[in-house]
């Protein structure tokens, strides 16, 4: 073990070269594309267009090249391995071998090391299968789900089951709130849901409730006791919804301090309170739909071991006049209010507006919170905001936003912005300035989308900041990018990379990297090194926090890590019905990223974090998650058009996922197509 510690180390300072060369070499290259484009879309004002010299002299005649006797192009998955088994359905499995050295700063260096294993498969009968899993022996960990989804039964019945770690389902109408959520929890156990033809939804899980730990190596942490969850929902007619669901949660241990940083950062064992929770919850809802307007009345109950009962009640409404959407509700919740053992948003009573316009050029969004504290010891205020953005021409888009939040604390942020679409892609300037007590910070970014042909992105930032903090002036400079190439014909690089600096007191130096290099061995062997790199990272100065209070989850814990991974992938079935297919389709496969997006750019931007172990649906029938770096990945897909749903239940309060957490992507035959999914803050 300590030769491959040592080993391990001293990769480590070769791969940290090895990737400013990388990097150095394929940012000048792909600039160099850029460039070369750029000048071959300038028309020359002298020399006429090309396709102005054509003579009509000769007739076009209909050529056959090779006397018609080319070979056909390749499907997805057709070669010449003789490995690769054609017959039987569609299916996919990946092992991984993971190997690592775990760099923390103020503390022992560590290891994540063991397996992990992927696999999809489609059914004829019994619907889509994904079963998952993960052994770690350093630190000793274990994860695994089998998940079963759109299994159909007679009379129009479906049913999606899961049984291993997994997270508890949860009905529609808990899921449609705009300023409130039903969260729902981690458990090793089994689950069900049944659906008929969309009017009647019945849901049932029980398990161990725990945290998921560790970094490239997802385990499991149990937290004790038990946790049984029921729920139902009846759309009884096209403007009525009914639903409900209980929770019983029996001793069940919470940990100590912040879960987030043990979760985002080295898998470190979290501390385990000695307090047990005993507690049940109800929560009913009614909605009333009719056209664009949309009514629902929510209420919540709870009661455990360590408090007395407590009720929340809140009416959310919606209604579109024209190209007017309105949003507004009324709520009280009781302090001590929880879901199950998780404490929600409580002690606070108002209202809150919302409306939003959008027209071809303009986008128009403001509104207001006004909150006062039951007990008369929590948060008093108001908080308003609004934005605007205005599309000048094709190519130009400019915009402001501001938030402005009376309390006992008075803060106020804002920024001006203008996007351009320009011969090398999109680039966006943006003016931040936020205050808050004697703290004030302007900041300057100039962000750049280059425009590259299939199999190169890259994103690049730069920032200036000024913070005036008790009368000390502080400067801040950094640079960022994002991306992604293929740097030869097996070999590629995904991943970001910022530095950023500070003068003045407490004079600081940062780096935060996350990036994969890999390299493909042959059709079915991959060999991938991960480094990272990671810095104290906190809220954005330039967000007014809410008035009522919300669990931050962007504190990441200092070090650095290298991992080694050696894959194995193989494919099988016939070409034409890959996952998600019909017959005679080619495939590809779907790569994506989910990010929490700060300054609202839609970029991934590399100081921004990723949404770890949240649930991503192809189609609404394959699922899998996100990794810890926020990646997730559908390797066989049919060609076409397909629909990929964020399950955001699980996502870090106030994120969310606009469009109902759903994106289009088209599939093309042969092309790996990546996808960047910002989770927006909650206004």
Known sequence: MGRQINALRAAIYAVRFFWIKLLFTSVSTVLLNAEVLAQDTIADPIKPPAENVTSSDKPYVDQVIDDGNLKPAILFGENDDPNYDPAGLPHYLRIEAVSSILKHTGASDSEENGLAMTSQFD?????????????????????????????????????????GTLYTPSIDLARTQHRFYIPTFPVLGVSTEWLQNRDLQLQFATGTPGIF??????????????????????????????????????????????????????????EIDKTKTSAQSFYGSAAWLNGDTRIQANLLQSKNNTASNATGIWLDANKRIGQISHQAGIFRLDPDLAWGYTPISNNVKGTYYRANYISRQWLLDGGFDLVRSVSGSGSNGALLTGSARYQVNQSLGIGASATFRHADNDARSGYVFADKLNQLGTGR?????????????????????????????????????????????INHFGVSLNGGSDLFNNISWNGNLSYDKSNGRGATKHLSANLDLTARLNNHWSLIASYLESKNSTTSPFIVQPLIPVQSNTDVTKGSALFVTLRYETRGGTSSAPLGGTSGSAAGSINGYLFLDVNDNNLPDANEEPAQNITVLLDGKFSTRTNALGRFEFPLVATGEHTITIVSDNLPLPWQVNDNGQRSVKVNTRETNYINIPASRLK
């Open 123 to 163: 059914t004829q009968h019994y619907g889509a299968f994904s079963i998952n899993g993960v052994f770690r022996n350093e630190p000793l960990g274990k994860a695994g789900s089998i998940l079963q989804r759109g299994m159909p039964f007679n009379n129009g019945w479906y049913a999606n089951n899961g049984i």
């Open 213 to 270: 730990d560790g970094l490239q190596l997802n385990g499991f942490s149990t937290l004790g006791g038990s946790l049984t969850m029921a729920g139902a929902q009846w759309n009884a007619s096209p403007n009525w919804q009914i639903g409900a669901q209980l929770i019983d949660a029996n001793q069940v241990s919470t940990s100590a301090g912040s879960t987030a940083a043990f979760n985002q950062f080295f898998g470190l064992t979290p």
């Open 429 to 473: 300037a943006q003016l931040d300035y936020s205050a808050e007590s004697d703290n004030q910070v302007t900041r300057l970014t100039l962000s750049q989308g280059w425009r590259f042909s299939v199999g190169s992105r890259l994103n690049t930032s730069i920032y200036s900041e000024v913070e005036k903090n008790e009368g000390e002036r």
